[in-house]
């Protein structure tokens, strides 16, 4: 069964703080994502990768960046934590763009 | 880029009646429509995928419908059950290259004993 992990189930930050989620998955997976959970907005699409030190934009990659240095981590990076970043992060990989996605648990990131 | 929408936002059915969810996307190069089940606390899982060759697929009691003249997919739970209660999501994406999936904005499905 396809496991993705991400390190931390919360996380407190404080604004201005650097701060790094990590995800690990373990199926040789090419394709990996970071989502943003809010309630009424469902998943929305950071930032995502379909090979090794490749990344794309998604559609709100405003205040993020990403690191894909090993095909099996994919990192995401809040240069300066905002409280408007408070949110549920989902990290995700598949075999391609359309194949079924496997989830992490998500970190519950809070900015204060 | 690609659009989906996604009503009703909350539906609350009977046990044991049929709940329908409905998603309307933009892009007519999309053709991979699956269905995502987020169940509360846990994370968002598969339950089904429909790709555009195909105007139906069933999977026991959820099926998924496509009509990809008028953009638009929907999901159908027969026979709910308490253990359905949870956020539903459809997606859209093409089915080539490095492409990404577009999400609807969930629907928090009730399933009232």
């Known amino acids: 069964d396809v496991k993705v992990t991400q390190s931390s189930r919360y996380l407190v930050k404080r604004t201005g703080e650097k701060v790094f989620l990590e995800c690990v998955q373990d199926m040789d997976h090419e394709n990996m994502f970071w989502y943003r959970q809010d309630p009424g907005l469902g998943l929305r699409l950071i930032y995502f990768?379909?090979?090794?030190?490749?990344?794309e934009k998604g559609d709100i990659p405003e205040g993020y960046s990403v690191s894909r240095e090993k095909k099996e981590r994919f990192s995401l990076i809040l240069e300066s934590a905002s409280t408007n970043q408070t949110s549920m992060y989902l990290c995700?990989?598949?075999?391609?763009?359309?194949?079924?996605?496997?989830f992490g648990n998500g970190t519950r990131l809070t900015v204060t | 880029g690609e659009n989906v929408e996604q009503h009703p936002s909350t539906l609350s059915v009977q046990e044991g009646d049929s709940a329908v969810i409905k998603c309307t996307y933009s892009?007519?190069?999309?053709?991979?429509f699956p269905w995502y089940k987020q169940e509360l606390g846990k994370r968002p899982q598969l339950i089904i995928d429909i790709r555009s060759n195909v105007g139906e697929k069933k999977d026991q009691r959820i099926a998924v419908t496509l009509n990809k003249t008028a953009k638009h997919f929907s999901l159908h739970i027969t026979e709910t059950q308490p253990e359905d209660s949870a956020v539903y999501f459809c997606?859209?994406?093409?089915?080539?290259?490095?492409?990404?999936?577009?999400f609807g904005t969930g629907t928090r499905l009730t399933i009232i004993p």
């Open positions: 997606a859209a994406s093409r089915d080539f290259g490095n492409e990404k999936l577009t």
């Open positions: 990768s379909y090979d090794v030190k490749m990344k």
């Open positions: 995700a990989s598949a075999w391609t763009g359309s194949s079924p996605l496997h």
């Open positions: 892009d007519s190069a999309s053709n991979y």
